[in-house]
C-alpha cells in the first residue's frame, strides 16, 4: 500500500525471545533507510502479531500499533529484497547490490542466520561489517534458525542483522571466485 512517497511493507522483526509480525510505513529508501533514520530511535509497526521464538504458531497478543527500540531488534526479515534496500537507480545497481556474492553464517541471540553478503572490495568478515553501510548487516537470500530448535526457521529475500547484537560472522570464501 502506498501513502504519499512512502509505503507500507510486510516484515518479521525479532527481538531476543518474540517474533513480532507486521507492517512499517517506509520511504524510497526501504527499511534499511528508515532503520538509520537518525531522528527517532523507534520504529513503528502496525498491525503487530507478537508470538514467542519457541513457540512462533500461537500468537500472544495483537495490537494496530507498536513501537520498538532499534538497539533491541535483532534482526527483520523481508520477503523482498525492494523492501528493505534500494535495489536500482537511474544510472545503475544500487550500492547495496554491487560487488561478489559470498556465503555468510552468523549468529544473534537465540538465531544462526545463512545467506549471502555482496560485497565489492576485500573479503574480509571484518572489513564486510567496518564497511558496509548502516547498523544493519545485509544477508540476501537468507534463512535464519532458532539455535535451541534448528526446525523453527525463517526464510528471506533479505534479513537485516543489527551488527551490534551479531557474536560469530563467517564468510565461506571457497564459493567465491
Known sequence: MSIGARNLINLDLFTDAYRVTGRA??????????????????????DAYISRIHEPGIIIANYKLASFRKDN???IV??????????????GRSVFTRGRHIPAFLTVP????????????????????VQSMGRFQL??????????????????????????????????LSQTP
Request: proline share 4%; hydrophobic share 40%.
Open 25 to 46: 510505513l517506509v520511504g524510497t529508501g526501504g527499511i534499511h533507510a528508515e532503520l538509520g533514520n537518525p531522528n527517532s530511535k523507534f520504529l513503528e509497526l502496525q
Open 73 to 75: 531488534i535483532n534482526f
Open 78 to 91: 523481508l520477503n523482498d529484497r525492494r523492501d528493505g534496500i534500494p535495489v536500482g537507480t537511474q544510472h
Open 110 to 129: 537465540s538465531f544462526e542466520i545463512q545467506g549471502e553478503v555482496i560485497h565489492e572490495g576485500k573479503p574480509s568478515a571484518r572489513e564486510i561489517l
Open 139 to 172: 544477508i540476501f537470500d537468507a534463512k535464519a534458525s532458532a539455535s535451541s530448535a534448528p526446525e523453527i526457521s525463517y526464510s528471506g529475500d533479505l534479513i537485516l542483522v543489527q551488527k551490534e547484537r551479531i557474536g560469530i560472522f563467517c564468510l565461506d
